[in-house]
């Protein structure tokens, strides 16, 4: 079976759907890094909430970071 090292996901509210719906592919990609962003809003129209979501990435063994000005990335905690 194959692995993924880079994903970008842009599900419009169903990153908590899609990231159970990977779980096998994520416990064999020991090299992945995902690229994401959410949207609250959409989140909840899919019965998701932002916590959820980062809890998932969190439990899946997850580091988290942001990308800010000038395309500086810092480290991010997981909070719920």
């Known amino acids: 079976?194959?692995?993924?090292?880079v994903m970008k996901m842009d599900v419009e509210g169903s990153e908590t759907a899609a990231l159970r719906g990977m779980r096998n592919l994520?416990?064999?990609?020991?090299?992945?890094?995902?690229?994401?962003?959410?949207s609250p809003a959409l989140l909840a129209?899919?019965?998701s909430s932002a916590a959820?979501?980062?809890?998932l990435f969190g439990e899946?063994?997850?580091r988290f970071?942001?990308?800010?000005?000038?395309?500086?990335?810092?480290?991010?905690?997981?909070?719920?």
């Open 26 to 38: 994520v416990a064999r990609s020991p090299r992945l890094r995902v690229m994401f962003e959410f």
């Open 65 to 80: 970071w942001s990308i800010g000005a000038r395309a500086i990335m810092s480290s991010s905690r997981a909070t719920s």
């Open 45 to 47: 129209g899919h019965r």
């Open 1 to 5: 079976s194959f692995t993924v090292d």
């Open 52 to 55: 959820e979501l980062i809890g």
């Open 60 to 62: 899946l063994g997850f």
